[in-house]
């Protein structure tokens, strides 16, 4: 059975940085698609960047240019450096994971508070 651990979330201040970690294990194959979601509190989960396992990136436009994700292949890890970040970023951040011959996976998800 697939298992997704992210790390890395807590408490960062307006302008700060912060960097996620996502480890996806128990599977055989490895995944086609890594995508970071964060869902706020009232709001819909929506799509935060997606790296795919060729190394194509897709951003949201609310973090490009503030945002960098990137994956190591080997380990089945994806990251996502966030800088400048804003209160509005706030939210409680997911992995997914996506693969061609198994149903898609989430983690349980990290909290994100930017605040002062």
């Known amino acids: 059975q697939v298992q997704v651990v992210e790390s890395g979330g807590g408490l960062v201040q307006p302008g700060g940085s912060l960097r996620l970690s996502c480890a996806a294990s128990?599977?055989?194959?490895?995944?086609?698609?890594m995508g970071w979601y964060r869902q706020a509190p009232g709001k819909q989960r929506e799509l935060v960047a997606s790296i795919t396992a060729g190394g194509k990136t897709n951003y949201a436009d609310f973090v490009k240019g503030r945002a960098t994700i990137s994956s190591d292949n080997a380990k089945n890890t994806m990251y996502l450096q966030m800088n400048k970040m804003r209160p509005e970023d706030t939210a409680v951040y997911y992995c997914?994971?996506?693969?061609?011959?198994?149903?898609?996976?989430w983690g349980p998800g990290t909290q994100v508070t930017v605040s002062s």
């Open positions: 997914n994971v996506r693969y061609n011959l198994l149903p898609e996976s």
């Open positions: 128990g599977s055989i194959f490895s995944p086609t698609v």
